[in-house]
């Protein structure tokens, strides 16, 4: 079997205490051998996050402004920090050093990604581990996608015995330059490193327990999910809930790697693993994720079955004003287009007038405040009565349901209600299946 790479989030690593924490946790596993560590997060509600005061040092600095206050407190965390550990590493020098390359111009993504680099520093010394840096093996192309050749580049580099530690969030670009990956980047790089190595497992570290069934501010005491494979998860986070950005699983996903979500203040807990395959025969749905500001184009024609090119038409209609849909409902003689209320914009309007006078339908509308909502999970194409079960939770929490979409893959079920319905509407759906 082979070893295991642990990401650890910002809050991991937010002051010395909780550095001493992830020590115990790589200590505890011989294993984990690969550390990628995002910059200090918040320490508090009122703490700011480093990489927010990179930025901000960035834009005083391009405009001629003394950086000195956000500056001070960059510096005093990482001095304290260093110093708290008791590291091997010239912290005051390396924070300097950064100053003035500040103070003279160097590029923004730069900046932000000082915020892991100087981490990893502390990090690497206090574990005594070999520090890697990122510019060094991680490549991006000129199209901005990863190149291929960092995964060879990376194997290289963290070959031999001991531990690595390897900054998350940034690379080289092709003219040799830092660049980021986008917010959450961090998870990405771990997942490249992960995929370099062949790992056993890509670990996660963060300050909750893995993922729940349904987001817990609405369902206070959803169920943790002890498992979910990648296609699950897209479904989930494409109907907004908060998990792994879609870059940072498919390198693992290429390999079959297992990421494990787990929580750095509750190490004993199993979290949530991720993978290509689960048994599904004790288990129907998996997850239930949704999000309101949504809004339908309905239109009807007679005969509209009959009308070639029509849908076409439509989506070229909306194609003209820039505005990508989500999910399209049809009947015989009936179209509906969902779409993101920040996609439609204060369009609506145009494109119901744009679509009465080159499709004449018999009736447009547009529809405002819908919410959708989708039932995740692989058991749902194996169990009679799933479809049934949603909709009498439903009926019974007095909710009208304005949309149904199910695949052919029988992976989910979405509906749309009322946004005003949404919270109600996920609480009833939990209830339904919680216990199943």
Known sequence: MGDIVCKFGGTSLADEGQLRKVESIIRANPKRRYIVPSAPGKRNKEDAKITDLLYLCYELARQGLDISEPFSIIR??????????????????????????????????????????????IMASYLKAAFVDPADCIFFRKDGRLDRRSYDKIGKLLKGNGLFVLPGFYGTDSEGKIKTFPRGGSDITGAIVARAVEAEV?????????????????VPDAKPITKVTYRELRELAYMGATVLHDESIAPVRELKIPINIRNTNKPDDPGTMIVS??????????????????????????LMNNERGFGRKVLDILESYDISYEHSPTGIDSMS??????????????????????????????????????????????????????????????????????????????????????????????????DS
């Open 202 to 218: 890509y670990e996660n570290w963060t300050d909750v327990s893995g993922f729940r069934m349904t987001d817990p501010r609405i």
């Open 76 to 121: 005093n965390r990482y001095i304290e920090m260093a110093e708290a550990l008791r590291v091997d590493l010239d912290m005051v020098r390396l924070i300097e050093e950064l100053r003035e390359r500040i103070a003279g111009g160097v590029h923004r993504d730069f900046v932000a990604s000082r915020g892991e680099y100087l981490c990893g520093r």
């Open 337 to 434: 287009v969902i779409v993101r209320d920040e996609e439609l914009g204060d369009k609506g309007d145009d494109v119901c007038r744009d679509i009465g006078r080159i499709l004449e339908p018999d009736r447009v509308e547009l529809i405002r405040g819908l919410a959708l909502i989708a039932t995740v999970g692989h058991g749902m194409a194996f169990r009679v009565g799933i479809a049934a079960r949603l909709f009498t939770a439903l009926a019974k929490a007095n909710v009208n349901v304005q949309v149904i979409d199910q695949g052919s893959s029988e992976i989910n079920i979405i509906v749309g209600v009322d946004a005003r319905d949404y919270e109600k509407s996920v609480r009833a759906i939990y209830e339904a299946f919680a």
């Open 277 to 302: 395959e689960r048994d599904y025969s004790n288990s129907t749905i998996i997850g239930i994720a949704g999000r309101p500001n949504f809004s339908m184009i309905y239109m009807e024609k007679a």
